[in-house]
């Protein structure tokens, strides 16, 4: 073999060892497979069985009583009110400067029916499951405007009893704050949700606004307030009206 073929082949054979292969994905089929009950497995369950015990006693203590069943609805409703409310109390107690009032986003309450009775830890992560955290902000009038046009917008979600304004055109009207009028200009902090405060449900606007945490979770706030009151109640105060 000459010199050159040689030095031909040893190429080819270097860029043959330096090639790829890549594998394509051809098809893609999706099935639905149903698994009806199982026999539990009894190593399993002996190993869980101490930790599920005093998980559940813990749960199913009873913190609270609820003289009447809570709905939720809009505009306001006797369960959304009491949510709010006690955010409002629990959260006043946690940062110097005093809330203007306190906002829980409609959909983070995930139960829309708190039955008459006993009422226990373990409903408080039904009432809010979702490991959100206080948070305070601080907005200038004309923002906390644009705000409650957007609550108004929605047909009304939970705000505390620091707060009231009527809901015409879709638009907040009347609105009075610990009783007096929006100051565009004046600064107001009010609490909220880290999801609100993060820009969710499409409240963009909030997120880059002055803002305290605490690292403290809602559903934290609401069992204090549960154990503290000892009783959960509110009522319908028309903190929100739709003008007809």
Request: hydrophobic fraction near 40%; glycine fraction near 6%; charge should be neutral.
């Given at each position: 073999?000459?010199?050159?073929?040689?030095?031909?082949?040893?190429?080819?054979?270097?860029?043959?060892?330096?090639?790829?292969?890549?594998?394509?994905?051809?098809?893609?089929?999706?099935?639905?497979?149903?698994?009806?009950?199982?026999?539990?497995?009894?190593?399993?369950?002996?190993?869980?069985?101490?930790?599920?015990?005093?998980?559940?006693?813990?749960?199913?203590?009873?913190?609270?009583?609820?003289?009447?069943?809570?709905?939720?609805?809009?505009?306001?409703?006797?369960?959304?009110?009491?949510?709010?409310?006690?955010?409002?109390?629990?959260?006043?107690?946690?940062?110097?400067?005093?809330?203007?009032?306190?906002?829980?986003?409609?959909?983070?309450?995930?139960?829309?029916?708190?039955?008459?009775?006993?009422?226990?830890?373990?409903?408080?992560?039904?009432?809010?499951?979702?490991?959100?955290?206080?948070?305070?902000?601080?907005?200038?009038?004309?923002?906390?405007?644009?705000?409650?046009?957007?609550?108004?917008?929605?047909?009304?979600?939970?705000?505390?009893?620091?707060?009231?304004?009527?809901?015409?055109?879709?638009?907040?009207?009347?609105?009075?704050?610990?009783?007096?009028?929006?100051?565009?200009?004046?600064?107001?902090?009010?609490?909220?949700?880290?999801?609100?405060?993060?820009?969710?449900?499409?409240?963009?606007?909030?997120?880059?606004?002055p803002r305290i945490e605490k690292n403290?979770?809602?559903?934290?706030?609401?069992?204090?307030?549960?154990?503290?009151?000892?009783?959960?109640?509110?009522?319908?105060?028309?903190?929100?009206?739709?003008?007809?």
């Open positions: 073999m000459s010199k050159f073929k040689y030095i031909l082949l040893a190429g080819a054979g270097m860029l043959l060892a330096q090639c790829k292969t890549y594998d394509h994905l051809a098809m893609v089929r999706a099935d639905t497979l149903r698994v009806s009950s199982a026999a539990p497995d009894s190593q399993v369950s002996r190993l869980i069985l101490p930790y599920k015990s005093e998980l559940d006693a813990k749960m199913n203590e009873v913190i609270a009583t609820a003289p009447e069943s809570m709905t939720k609805e809009r505009p306001e409703s006797t369960l959304t009110n009491w949510v709010v409310d006690a955010l409002y109390n629990q959260a006043s107690k946690l940062y110097t400067e005093t809330p203007a009032f306190a906002f829980q986003n409609y959909g983070g309450i995930r139960i829309n029916n708190l039955g008459k009775g006993e009422v226990s830890l373990s409903q408080m992560f039904e009432i809010m499951p979702f490991d959100n955290l206080v948070v305070l902000l601080q907005l200038k009038g004309t923002e906390v405007q644009r705000f409650l046009d957007y609550v108004a917008e929605a047909g009304g979600a939970p705000v505390s009893s620091q707060v009231r304004f009527r809901i015409e055109n879709k638009k907040a009207t009347d609105i009075r704050i610990q009783g007096k009028g929006i100051d565009p200009e004046g600064l107001y902090h009010v609490v909220f949700p880290d999801y609100i405060a993060n820009g969710g449900d499409n409240l963009e606007f909030l997120k880059d606004k403290i979770l809602i559903r934290d706030l609401l069992t204090a307030e549960a154990r503290e009151k000892g009783i959960l109640r509110a009522n319908l105060d028309q903190r929100i009206t739709i003008k007809k």
